[in-house]
Nanobody, 123 residues
Framework: VQLQASGGGLVQAGGSLRLSCAAS????????MGWYRQAPGKERGLVAS???????NYADFAQGRSTITRDNAKRTVTLQMNSLQPEDTAVYYC??????????????????WGQGTQVTVSS
């Protein structure tokens, strides 16, 4: 199982970002998917998550300017965040929780993380 993130880069203050993440492998179920971020010198923290039923949860700083969506058939999760500020600069990581997979007849349920994508907001 792998999570491949895309998007990010350099954004001007007031701009927007769109991050996408796709899960691949012998997957038969995924619970929550979403995004965390980690700024230099700070702990990794939740940005937004979404359940398999489509219920979204946002961190306070993301509420009102972010939208997280999910395509269960494609096993993708997308984060749109607007009105970016320099304090949004961080490495953004996608995650997939309780991923059910079967490899060589062995069933497992694990959490997976993407490789991280840098978002830099210039003032």
């Amino acid at each position: 199982v792998q999570l491949q993130a895309s998007g990010g880069g350099l954004v001007q203050a007031g701009g927007s970002l769109r991050l996408s993440c796709a899960a691949s492998g012998s997957i038969f179920s995924i619970d929550d998917m979403g995004w965390y971020r980690q700024a230099p010198g700070k702990e990794r923290g939740l940005v937004a998550s979404i359940t398999s039923a489509g219920f979204a949860n946002y961190a306070d700083f993301a509420q009102g300017r972010s939208t997280i969506t999910r395509d269960n058939a494609k096993r993708t999760v997308t984060l749109q965040m607007n009105s970016l500020q320099p304090e949004d600069t961080a490495v953004y990581y996608c995650f997939a929780d309780n991923v059910g997979s079967q490899i060589h007849g062995v069933v497992s349920f694990k959490e997976y993380w993407g490789q991280g994508t840098q978002v830099t907001v210039s003032s």
